[in-house]
T-cell receptor
Framework: GAVVSQHPSWVICKSGTSVKIECRSLDFQATTMFWYRQFPKQSLMLMATSNEGSKATYEQGVEKDKFLINHASLTLSTLTVTSAHPEDSSFYIC???????????FGPGTRLTVL | GENVEQHPSTLSVQEGDSAVIKCTYSDSASNYFPWYKQELGKRPQLIIDIRSNVGEKKDQRIAVTLNKTAKHFSLHITETQPEDSAVYFCAASIGGAQKLVFGQGTRLTINP
């Protein structure tokens, strides 16, 4: 499967600040990446689909101006949480589709805590 | 939109026994159904998947069955071991797209 990394693995920030999370596909070029959010003891909720060279597609209810996604290259997608608030505290996970185009392989996740 | 229901939410079995987790989906156009295992604080790991043109798939102690008519699919784990303890998620593709919708998860506990 695909090898996916995320940075940072955890971050603590003050309310009102912005945080950038990086997702990298290490072993192949990924035209599509996905961003998920997972609250404690809950399931994964798809936030947006990140497409290299074009604008991200956001799921219903996800504020695109708050969660900025940039897929600048075939190996890197970034998620920026702008003006973070305590309710944004969550586990953010990216995924990459495999070569067959169906499987999704996940990064290790980034735990965001907003104070 | 697509909705995936997963049951049970918690499951406790004796080591060596079998465990079965069931999911139903709503979109008849869904054609890809993966199962993920997630340990606390870790990433979801793909353990098995099935495409809509197949009714059953097996990989050692793990198997998945799919009933397209009834729109449900199940995960079967045989000869369970303590290391099988984790949260398991089913998912279904949204139509023919790559996007996935996840079930609510099942916390599986294997009792030694």
């Amino acid at each position: 499967g695909a090898v996916v990394s995320q940075h940072p693995s955890w971050v603590i920030c003050k309310s009102g600040t912005s945080v950038k999370i990086e997702c990298r596909s290490l072993d192949f070029q990924a035209t599509t990446m996905f961003w998920y959010r997972q609250f404690p003891k809950q399931s994964l909720m798809l936030m947006a689909t990140s497409n290299e060279g074009s604008k991200a597609t956001y799921e219903q209810g996800v504020e695109k101006d708050k969660f900025l996604i940039n897929h600048a290259s075939l190996t890197l997608s970034t998620l920026t949480v702008t003006s973070a608030h305590p309710e944004d505290s969550s586990f953010y996970i990216c995924s990459v589709t495999g070569l067959a185009g169906f499987e999704q392989f996940f990064g290790p996740g980034t735990r965001l805590t907003v104070l | 939109g697509e909705n995936v229901e997963q049951h049970p939410s918690t499951l406790s079995v004796q080591e060596g026994d079998s465990a079965v987790i069931k999911c139903t989906y709503s979109d008849s156009a869904s054609n890809y159904f993966p199962w993920y295992k997630q340990e606390l604080g870790k990433r979801p790991q793909l353990i098995i998947d099935i495409r809509s043109n197949v009714g059953e798939k097996k990989d050692q102690r793990i198997a998945v069955t799919l009933n397209k008519t009834a729109k449900h699919f199940s995960l079967h784990i045989t000869e369970t071991q303590p290391e099988d303890s984790a949260v398991y998620f089913c998912a279904a593709s949204i139509g023919g797209a790559q996007k996935l919708v996840f079930g609510q998860g099942t916390r599986l506990t294997i009792n030694p």
